[in-house]
């Protein structure tokens, strides 16, 4: 889990984000974001039902994804709210293939 500062909770921003967002596409996830008036990114992790019925499998695809990211949340500028939906493969991935996959997706974000 990362700090409660980097969590984004409210749902508003949630959606926001969602709607408005501008779109990264990877095989493991669509990353969308949009600009913060926050000082720090905040960053929310979404995977639906679709993906497994399974809770199980959905909270430890979760789990594994909010690792990779923990590192990399203070060092993204400017500010973003980041809201990642995965996708099914990311049930399949090792932690080092979603490591990999964020820091190239990470990289893209911070150097448009």
């Known amino acids: 889990m990362y700090a409660r500062q980097h969590r984004l909770g409210d749902s508003q921003p949630i959606v926001n984000t969602i709607h408005h967002g501008n779109t990264i596409s990877t095989p493991l996830y669509v990353l969308k974001y949009t600009p913060s008036p926050l000082p720090v990114s905040q960053c929310a992790v979404i ?51 979603i490591t990999q996959q964020l820091e190239t997706t990470l990289k893209q974000l911070s150097h448009p």
């Open 47 to 97: 995977i639906s039902k679709k993906q497994s019925k399974k809770a199980v499998h959905r909270n430890r695809a979760k789990r594994i994804f909010r690792h990779s990211i923990k590192k990399y949340l203070p060092y993204i500028t400017p500010p973003q709210y980041l809201v990642f939906i995965l996708k099914n493969n990311i049930l399949h991935s090792t932690q080092e293939q």
